[in-house]
């Protein structure tokens, strides 16, 4: 897991001997979709089978949207009692600042796995091709000790990938503990806890992102509103009133995304619940005996 073009795909491709495939090189994403890639080779003496997930700030596809096949693909390995034996994280070692994207990627990753799969992660650096290696392990040790700290107090590794197929399998050798894997907590909260995406921990991080953004997005309108009555110039209310209207178009959007985390998720994967009817016995003139009619049932799925 990582932010999109942290280099994801690159470090599948690399275990699994599949060249550039589906690797992007420019900004837009390349990982529509969760997919499972089959290493052909043993690794360590062990068949491994590697998740390519897509990031947040995906090109065509919401967080909300993003959350939601993450959270499929592992209610999916929950419920077949699969165990995830590593969760690597990717991040790229020449971004020199913690921007609020990657930040909030951050924050959704560990509201995700929470504290008691930390054990099982491994943030792996990436593009060290690209950076002074100096300024890069000095870069590393600073994100350990402030933005990674609370991660690695609860057992996460952190390792470095250098673009080599010996380091790859370096980050994906078997864990030293014989301690069985515990799943992400996601995971948990939705199939056994019956949990609703938005009230899972990474649902309320995402919950809270989403309305962030629509209260800076609506204050932005506000500005461009204020900016368009005051000028005096037609070619440039018109530029005003077109951003305008683009900043609404995206309240609206993130309106919706915060309106599909309202929804069901345990109905949603698993179906609709039975609304067991209630009809009198056959013949009964007493009113409160009632049997459960199976004619009558009717599934209905609910938004919360």
Same mark, same amino acid.
């Not at 000790?145 to 990674?148: A, F, I, L, P």
């Not at 790859?168 to 980050?171: M, R």
């Not at 515990?182 to 948990?188: A, D, I, Q, V």
């Not at 599934?299 to 938004?303: E, I, L």
């Given at each position: 897991m990582g932010p999109t073009g942290v280099g994801k795909t690159t470090f599948i491709n690399c275990v699994a001997n599949r060249g550039d495939r589906g690797v992007g090189h420019g900004i837009e994403s390349c990982t529509p979709e969760v997919s499972l890639v089959n290493v052909e080779h043993t690794v360590h003496g062990r068949k491994v089978v590697l998740v390519d997930t897509p990031g947040f700030d995906d090109t065509y596809k919401s967080d909300t949207e993003i959350l939601t096949m993450i959270a499929s693909f592992l209610v999916k390995t929950y419920t077949n009692n699969l165990k995830l034996d590593t969760i690597l994280y990717l991040h790229r070692i020449i971004d020199t600042r913690m921007t609020g994207s990657l930040l909030k990627n951050l924050k959704l990753f560990v509201s995700l796995c929470g504290v008691q799969s930390m054990p099982t992660v491994t943030i792996v650096t990436t593009m060290w091709s690209n950076a002074n290696a100096e300024r890069g392990e000095d870069r590393e040790q600073e994100l350990k000790?402030?933005?990674?700290f609370d991660m690695i107090k609860n057992g996460c590794d952190v390792k470095q990938f250098t673009g080599t197929f010996e380091s790859?399998?370096?980050?994906i050798a078997p864990p030293t503990t014989t301690a069985p894997p515990?799943?992400?907590?996601?995971? @948990?909260e939705i199939v056994t806890q019956k949990k609703k995406l938005k009230a899972t921990a990474a649902g309320n991080e995402l919950s809270k992102e989403i309305k962030n953004l629509i209260k800076q997005r609506k204050e932005a309108s506000r500005k461009l509103q204020e900016l368009s009555k005051r000028s005096e110039n037609e070619a440039g209310k018109r530029l005003l009133e077109q951003e305008l209207d683009e900043t609404n178009q995206k309240i609206k959007r993130a309106n919706e995304q915060h309106a599909a985390l309202k929804r069901n998720f345990f109905e949603r994967f698993f179906g609709p619940k039975p609304e067991v009817s209630l009809v009198p016995h056959v013949g009964s003139t007493e009113q409160g005996q009632f049997q459960?009619?199976?004619a009558s049932t009717k599934? @209905?799925?609910?938004?919360a």
């Open positions: 000790e402030k933005m990674w790859a399998l370096e980050i515990k799943g992400p907590l996601l995971s @948990t459960s009619s199976d599934a @209905t799925s609910r938004d």
